[in-house]
């Protein structure tokens, strides 16, 4: 597993928990916790976005990386055994 879904794996087990924590606890009535609940959750699911938005950027730049590594790999190769198309 690597580590942006570790990050996104504990992420989500912690909002979990907050979410059970804060129902068990909750020192208000049931329509300003459902409403705090629901707002929290908003701003949770909005964030989670961001963390998978930069998750697949830094996902794609490093197959950028990966890819233009290997052509460079394969042209070197290519020019060390004088290899022609």
């Known amino acids: 597993?690597?580590?942006?879904?570790?990050?996104l794996t504990g992420f989500s087990l912690g909002l979990l928990s907050g979410?059970?924590?804060g129902l068990l606890y909750a020192p208000e009535k049931g329509d300003k916790t459902r409403k705090q609940l629901k707002?929290?959750?908003d701003k949770?699911?909005?964030?989670?976005l961001k963390k998978i938005d930069e998750l697949k950027s830094t996902v794609n730049k490093e197959m950028e990386n990966v890819t233009?590594?290997?052509?460079?790999?394969?042209?070197h190769l290519k020019s060390s055994v004088n290899y022609k198309n």
Request: without cysteine; aromatic residues 4%.
């Open 68 to 75: 233009s590594k290997g052509k460079e790999t394969i042209d």
């Open 19 to 21: 979410v059970v924590a």
């Open 39 to 41: 707002k929290n959750m």
């Open 1 to 7: 597993m690597n580590s942006g879904m570790k990050i």
């Open 44 to 48: 949770s699911y909005k964030e989670s």
